[in-house]
């Protein structure tokens, strides 16, 4: 949805600007403010790291928000005190909230932290230039 709407405002801005060149302007060099063709015009963009979520989703735990880990009560052996641990049933694992992202499934995207959006790497953030139209 997103990129289809960045798609669309890149075709219409590059519209804009071919009829801009063709309009029989003043007979001097004029200076126009271009917003940037990438960003729009705000500066930034959608992270392409995340694709614009700002959340990814936890590589540790597969998304999942839990992990395996040694059983706690038998430390992976399986028995406890000459018996089946109780606590893991004899499995020695047990399912425990994933480290990384503290059960949540996604950690925060590092490049936008979080947020979604990145600065523009096309204007760098200004949105947009001066450009010189020629007679
Ligand atoms: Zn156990
Ligand atoms: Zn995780
Ligand atoms: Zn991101
Ligand atoms: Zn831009």
């Keep these: 949805m997103r990129k289809l709407a960045i798609v669309v405002t890149a075709g219409a801005l590059a519209a804009f600007f071919l009829a801009g060149l063709a309009l029989p302007g003043a007979a001097h060099a004029e200076q126009r403010w271009v917003p940037c063709s990438k960003c729009g015009g705000n500066g930034e963009q959608y992270c392409d790291n995340c694709g614009g979520r700002g959340q990814l989703h936890c590589t540790y735990c597969g998304g999942g928000g ?70």
């Design 66 to 135: 839990q992990m395996k880990v040694y059983c706690p009560s038998c430390g992976g052996s399986g028995q406890y005190g000459g018996d089946t641990c109780g606590n893991c049933g004899g499995a020695g694992t047990v399912m425990a909230a994933c480290d990384n992202c503290g059960g949540a499934g996604v950690v925060a995207c590092s490049s936008c932290g979080g947020t979604g959006v990145v600065t523009c790497t096309l204007c760098g953030g200004a949105g947009g230039r001066d450009w010189n139209f020629p007679d």
